[in-house]
């Protein structure tokens, strides 16, 4: 199975963002604007950068720092909420910079405890305009093993498709050989899924390889089809689909 087509914009790429975005740090919303620029750092996905005037003022502490950037001056800030610091978190760019970030902020994404677009929280990088993620469900005959042990077999998946990446096959946890399979406290998040709500290891005799399969119990709207079911990381494990052993990946992602 091959993967959609890799996304379209270059780095340095970046356009306005028509979706209000705010974040939250120690449960003070210190940025809310209307106003932020997607913009390319690399090819994977935007960063958002935000007018100076749409942060709060009071939660930046100028660190009395001049950075020479890839789009120009900026200066370093750290955010500060009562006694929660974040030193040398934000970027604030100078009137000169390139126009996409002229007078803009960039805030480390790490830096606050939740970002928003709209209503809804958005989990690990802002997600990107030319990404699709499609869950689909399907017929095909999907068989999961490693080391010629099945660890999952359906022929009721639901395939998720997602821009520049590899199919993902989620099966029912049913159908799952709960006999190798061992509960794990991993978590991980994904901005277009959401955050997982379970990890399983594999025990094959002696040997564990850890953390192979995910769960999202609450994905995000969008990809509702996989609730509950069970994908696998096609890059550590074979994957037969209908009787065919899929290539497996090189890209790693949940």
């Known amino acids: 199975m091959t993967g959609y087509p890799s996304p379209l ?22 940025l809310d604007t209307l106003a932020a620029r997607y913009v390319w750092e690399s090819v994977k996905y935007p ?12 939660v930046l502490v100028d660190e009395r720092h001049e950075q020479k950037l890839r789009f120009g001056r900026a200066h370093r800030h750290g955010l500060a909420v009562g006694d929660v610091t974040r030193p040398g978190a ?17 805030i480390d994404w790490d830096a606050l405890d939740a970002w928003f677009e709209e209503d809804e929280q958005v989990f690990v990088h802002p997600r990107s305009p ?3 993620v499609d869950a689909l469900r399907s017929s095909r005959r999907v068989r999961v093993e490693l080391d010629g042990v099945v660890l999952a ?4 998946p639901v395939m998720v498709f997602e821009t520049g990446l590899p199919p993902r096959c989620y099966l029912d946890r049913t159908r799952l050989n709960t006999d190798v399979l061992v509960p794990s406290t991993t978590t991980t998040a994904c901005p277009y899924k959401g955050v997982t709500s379970a990890y399983w290891s594999v025990r094959i005799g002696d040997t564990t390889r850890e953390d192979l399969a995910w769960s999202y119990d609450f994905p995000t709207r969008q990809l509702q089809p996989i609730a509950g079911l069970v994908a696998f990381y096609d890059e550590k494990v074979d994957v037969i689909v ?10 790693h992602f949940s």
């Open 9 to 30: 914009p270059a780095a340095g790429h970046h356009e306005p963002v028509p979706r209000r975005i705010r974040g939250v740090l120690a449960g003070r919303t210190v």
């Open 47 to 58: 960063q958002y950068y935000v007018p100076l005037t749409d942060v709060a003022a009071d």
């Open 90 to 106: 934000v970027r604030v760019y100078a009137a000169d910079a390139d126009d996409a970030v002229a007078g803009r902020v960039r």
């Open 130 to 132: 030319y990404v699709r």
């Open 153 to 156: 077999e359906s022929n009721a």
């Open 242 to 251: 209908d009787g065919k052993l899929q290539p497996r990946p090189s890209t």
